[in-house]
C-alpha cells in the first residue's frame, strides 16, 4: 500500500491522513488540575531543549509539505511562554486551513487582542465548572474569576467559533452539564463534553469517574427534550449534537467510543518530539536532526516514514482492556516527562 495518494497527504497503514498538528510551546501550567496534573512535583524539559519560533516553523513547513493543514498550539498552558503573539503571527502567515489555540484562560484577557491581531482565528478554553469553590478543588488553584474573565474577553476581540472544553466527571461536575450549556450561550461558544481519559499524567484515573457519553445524553435529554445527532463535516473528535431549540455542543467520547479509526492529529513537543498518539510510549526526535543541519527533505523523509508505518489505535486498545488502570505509572513518568499529558499536548 503506498504512503501516499497521487496528488494527497501521507497516508499510514489504516490510510489515516497526517493533516492535524498540535504543537506544543511550553510543558509548563499554571494550573494543577486534579485529573491531569495531580502530584505534588514533576520533571520539566530543560529550557535549552525547547524550540525556538523559527524551528517551530521550519517543522511546520515540513508537516504543510506532507499534507497538514491544522495547526492548534497547545501547552501545558501556552500563554506563559513568552511573546506567544509572534508565533502565532509566524503560523497565520502561513496558507494554513486553521489555525487554533487551546488555553486554561488564566492569563487569556490580558492577551486575547494580541492574539487577535497576530492572526489567531479560533480559541478553546477549558472550563470545568462554574463554581469557583469547585474549580479551585479541581485545579488546585484560586484563578476562577480570571478564566470566566478570559472568557468574556474572547467576542469583543473578534474571535468566533470558540469552543468550551469540559472533562466531564462522574460525582465531581455531572451536576452541571445544563449550567454548562446555558453558559456556553453567552459566551457565545459551542460546549464539549470530554470523557475522563486515562492517559499521560491521570494517575488518579478511575473507570468509575468516568462520564459516559451515553449518561452525558441521558442528563440532557431527561432536561431538555430530544437531542438529535448532527453529520460530521470533517474527522474532528467531538461528535455534535443539537438541542431542540437547535443549540448545539459535542462530546468527545474517547474512552468508551473511540475515534481512532478517523484519527488524522499529531503532537509535537516544545522540545521536538513527535508523537502519533496521545497514548503512544514513543515518539520521534525532530529537533536533533533539525539543529545538525538536516535538509527540508531529510526532514521530510523521516516524518513520511514514521507516519506510513503508524498503526496507533491507542485509545481502542485500551477499551479492549479489562481491569483497566491509569495508563502510565508514576515512577515512568517522573522518568520520562515526555509521557505527560501537558508535556504532549491534549
Known amino acids: 500500500m ?38 505534588a512535583e514533576y520533571v520539566w524539559l530543560p529550557r535549552r531543549d525547547l524550540l525556538t519560533f523559527e524551528e517551530i516553523s521550519t517543522l511546520v513547513d515540513v508537516f504543510m509539505s506532507l499534507g497538514v493543514d491544522k495547526v492548534r498550539v497547545t501547552g501545558g498552558e501556552p500563554l506563559l511562554r513568552h511573546d506567544l503573539p509572534t508565533l502565532v503571527g509566524m503560523l497565520a502567515a502561513k496558507p494554513l486551513r486553521d489555525l487554533a489555540m487551546t488555553t486554561n484562560g488564566v492569563l487569556l484577557a490580558d492577551h486575547v487582542e494580541a492574539l ?19 474549580s479551585k478543588t479541581l485545579s488546585q488553584r484560586n484563578t476562577h474569576p480570571q478564566v470566566l474573565a478570559g472568557l468574556a474577553s474572547i467576542a469583543p476581540a473578534g474571535f468566533t467559533d470558540t469552543k468550551i472544553d469540559t472533562v466531564a466527571l462522574r460525582g465531581i461536575n455531572d451536576d452541571e452539564l445544563v449550567d454548562l450549556v446555558e453558559y456556553a450561550r453567552t459566551v457565545p461558544a459551542e460546549v464539549r463534553f470530554i470523557e475522563y481519559m486515562d492517559v499521560g499524567g491521570a494517575t488518579t484515573w478511575s473507570p468509575d469517574l468516568v462520564l459516559s457519553r451515553a449518561d452525558m445524553l441521558e442528563t440532557l435529554t431527561a432536561h431538555y427534550g430530544p437531542i438529535t445527532p448532527l453529520p460530521a463535516s470533517d474527522v474532528a473528535p467531538a461528535d455534535r449534537f443539537a438541542l431542540p431549540d437547535g443549540t448545539t455542543f459535542g462530546i468527545i467520547s474517547s474512552t468508551t467510543q473511540p475515534f481512532c479509526a478517523t484519527c488524522d492529529r499529531s503532537r509535537l513537543t516544545a522540545d521536538g518530539m513527535w508523537f502519533r498518539c496521545l497514548y ?13 543541519g538536516a535538509s527540508f527533505e531529510e526532514l521530510r523523509q523521516l516524518i513520511t516514514g514514521r507516519w506510513a508505518a503508524r498503526t496507533d489505535r491507542g485509545a481502542v486498545d485500551r477499551l479492549a482492556e479489562r481491569d483497566r488502570t491509569p495508563f502510565v505509572p508514576l515512577a515512568m513518568l517522573r522518568s520520562n516527562p515526555h509521557l505527560e499529558m501537558h508535556t504532549r499536548g491534549g
Do not use: K
Open 2 to 39: 503506498s504512503a501516499t495518494d497521487a496528488s494527497g497527504p501521507v497516508l499510514d497503514r489504516y490510510r489515516r491522513p497526517l493533516r492535524n498538528l498540535r504543537i506544543s510551546v511550553t510543558d509548563r501550567c499554571n494550573l494543577r488540575c486534579r485529573y491531569c496534573m495531580p502530584e
Open 116 to 134: 487577535r491581531a497576530a492572526g489567531l482565528r479560533r480559541l478553546t478554553v477549558s472550563l470545568d465548572t462554574l463554581r469557583a469553590e469547585r
Open 280 to 292: 503512544a510510549i514513543e515518539g520521534t526526535n525532530l529537533r536533533d536532526p533539525l539543529r545538525d
